[in-house]
């Protein structure tokens, strides 16, 4: 089974990472304190959400996966594909990629139909946890990612496991033409097999994409959750879905010490 339960919080973990080198989940929607429509373990900010119940949603968490809450490192997501290194002390960039190999850190993202990307080297001993969706797409978030490792820590991206969390599946997720024409702009004609149509429209294959582009930077072990965002809402937030009106669900990686 890839969730674990943990008092009232239900957390997905992969299989590729395990619990002696890695700390890492990611949270479902369960446990937590939020009322509808955040109900109920949201964590992001900015939603209408609480402010004081965000934090004790996020304290829970940390609590359940035995991190310390000051080991919370997390970025303002802004939909690129900018990365910034996580060291101490804490300052908030706007980024959608964090690195570090400090265990002390734990890094912290908030998603709702999105790609959760988690990335390991057990040779540099380093992590990258990113968030992509179709913009961090075309700015290639999952080649930036491995380059931040490979810049940074001077990671092989051949040593690099992968492993691509809960989104929205390209059944739900239905795009404009012009997304389309971006992402052929940016990323080439061989993104065609990621474009399915379906009624007439176009739906985008948000793990497709992330597993040719992670192909394409050097990375061959990828770990794929399967999980639909927007057909699980039991489990999941999922903007799509529920339009707009949801909450954020948590995703953490940290080394362990
Ligand atoms: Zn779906």
Redesign the pocket.
């Known amino acids: 089974m890839p969730f674990r339960q943990v008092g009232d919080l239900r957390i997905f973990e992969f299989k590729s990472f395990s619990s002696e080198v890695l700390t890492h989940g990611i949270v479902t929607r369960n446990g937590g304190f939020s009322s509808s429509p955040w109900n109920s373990l949201n964590v992001g900010g900015g939603l209408g959400d609480s402010e004081k119940i965000v934090e004790k949603n996020i304290r829970r968490i940390f609590d359940a996966l035995g991190r310390a809450i000051v080991s919370k490192y997390d970025v303002w997501q802004i939909h690129s594909a900018r990365f910034h290194v996580a060291e101490l002390p804490y300052e908030q960039h706007r980024a959608d990629i964090l690195v570090t190999d400090n265990p002390e850190l734990t890094l912290f993202m908030r998603y709702a139909d999105c790609v959760p990307i988690m990335l390991y080297d057990p040779q540099a001993q380093a992590i990258a946890l990113a968030h992509a969706g179709w913009r961090g797409i075309v700015e290639n978030v999952p080649a930036v990612a491995v380059q931040a490792l490979t810049s940074t820590y001077g990671s092989n991206p051949a040593n690099i496991i992968a492993a691509l969390g809960p989104a929205?599946?390209k059944?739900?997720y239905p795009v404009g033409v012009e997304v389309v024409d971006q992402l052929k702009q940016a990323l080439g004609s061989d993104t065609t097999h990621t474009i399915v149509r379906r009624n007439g429209n176009p739906h985008l294959d948000l793990w497709s994409l992330c597993e040719m582009l992670l192909h394409r930077a050097g990375v061959n072990s990828i770990e794929s959750a399967s999980i639909?965002t927007?057909?699980n809402l039991d489990d999941w937030f999922s903007h799509r879905a529920e339009k707009g009106k949801t909450g954020r669900f948590a995703a953490l990686l940290g080394l362990v010490g």
């Open positions: 929205i599946c059944e739900c639909c927007a057909t």
